[in-house]
């Protein structure tokens, strides 16, 4: 079993080394900050299921077909709307989302290039964009444009310098980035292209615009990996009750996972002394427990060369584990979920760790770059 408390080292090392993602509001997403590694023991498979027959809560183990997407949605619903123009701030030592004000006068200008840009009009549009900067210098969104009608008129290394400035202006809009990793690509610059659309996963990684644009430009010579969680272990109650359930086609890791996820929801002395309140809500630490039982069962497996119900997908959270990167995985397939934004709260340390993780584990070259 040595492979197995390998593991869990490897989780507990990667979440002390990561630190943990930060809370957000509270009145956003009820996240509170999660322990440190010093302080968190997980708890293996063995000691979550002798907790669950030891307790006075009502758990039942029901062996179930999963949808095939998993039962993500079910495990980590959105709840917190993203702001369109996203401006970050700190308050009380903790960095806030709010929304950019927009400039009335500016905007006229911008809905007028609008139609320009739409009709294909380039040059006109961009004399208008320019009009709404020279009205609101600081309105980033119309310096983008602007950046978006040199670009499609023919010149994208004036669009890039426009993106750029749009960037300084507000670094915390994913679509700046996406719009410098189209410039640079054109400008056959594919290593800048793949960290500027990398930046722009970080900030926004679940945005569907951008998996789609790799989706349907195959040529750009990079692309998004799928998801390494299909989740196919699931909890939640029906009255009293703590229905814990698992596809039986996907093995015992799954089983692991899912006791794992009823344990968190029906013991409200464990959440409290992993994340020092009973309250339910999102939790790194809960997630990464979670992924520790699921990995050791599925390591245990490997080793022993049980591979009947195995799932196979399973190697690649173990190789992420291991890598030191379980929190960057939370993040960026977990997290992001329930909170779009969630990342904006980061600080820069945590987001160039994502980043990291990102040029590692999804975004991947088709070609030499």
Aim: some cysteine.
């Amino acid at each position: 079993m040595l492979r197995s408390l390998l593991i869990v080292c490897c989780v507990l090392g990667s979440f002390g080394c990561a630190s943990g993602p930060k809370p957000v509001p509270t009145a956003a997403t009820g996240a509170t900050r999660p322990a440190s590694a010093e302080q968190t023991s997980f708890l293996s498979p063995a000691e979550i299921m002798k907790w669950m027959e030891d307790s006075k809560v009502s758990y039942r183990i029901d062996p179930k077909d999963s949808p095939p997407g998993g039962w993500a949605e079910e495990l980590w619903p959105q709840r917190v709307e993203p702001v369109t123009m996203p401006r970050v701030v700190v308050e009380n030592g903790q960095r806030v989302i709010q929304e950019w004000e927009e400039d009335p006068k500016a905007q006229e200008f911008i809905n007028q290039a609008e139609t320009h840009f739409q009709a294909e009009r380039y040059a006109e549009a961009a004399k208008l964009y320019q009009k709404a900067l020279d009205v609101c210098a600081d309105c980033y969104l119309a310096r983008a444009y602007l950046g978006d009608a040199l670009l499609f008129g023919g010149d994208p290394a004036a669009g890039l310098v426009q993106y750029r400035k749009a960037a300084e202006a507000n670094p915390d809009d994913y679509r700046l980035y996406y719009f410098q990793g189209s410039a640079l690509w054109r400008l056959g610059r594919m290593a800048e292209a793949r960290e500027a659309f990398a930046w722009s996963l970080v900030l926004n990684p679940r945005n569907p615009m951008i998996r789609r644009f790799f989706r349907q430009n195959p040529e750009v010579g990079m692309a998004i990996r799928g998801d390494v969680l299909v989740p196919r272990g699931f909890a939640h109650e029906e009255g009293k009750e703590v229905i814990v359930e698992f596809d039986p086609d996907y093995g015992a890791a799954w089983l692991a996972y899912a006791n794992c996820k009823g344990l968190w929801l029906g013991e409200a002395s464990h959440r409290e002394e992993m994340t020092g309140t009973a309250e339910r809500h999102f939790s790194s630490v809960e997630e990464l427990e979670c992924l520790a039982s699921a990995a050791m069962v599925h390591a245990s497996q490997r080793e022993k060369g049980e591979e009947g119900a195995m799932d196979t997908s399973l190697d690649g959270l173990v190789a992420i584990i291991e890598d030191g990167m379980a929190t960057e995985l939370v993040l960026f397939e977990m997290a992001a979920r329930v909170h779009p934004q969630y990342v904006l709260t980061l600080g820069d340390a945590d987001r160039q760790r994502l980043k990291n993780y990102i040029l590692r584990y999804v975004l991947l070259p088709t070609v030499s770059l």
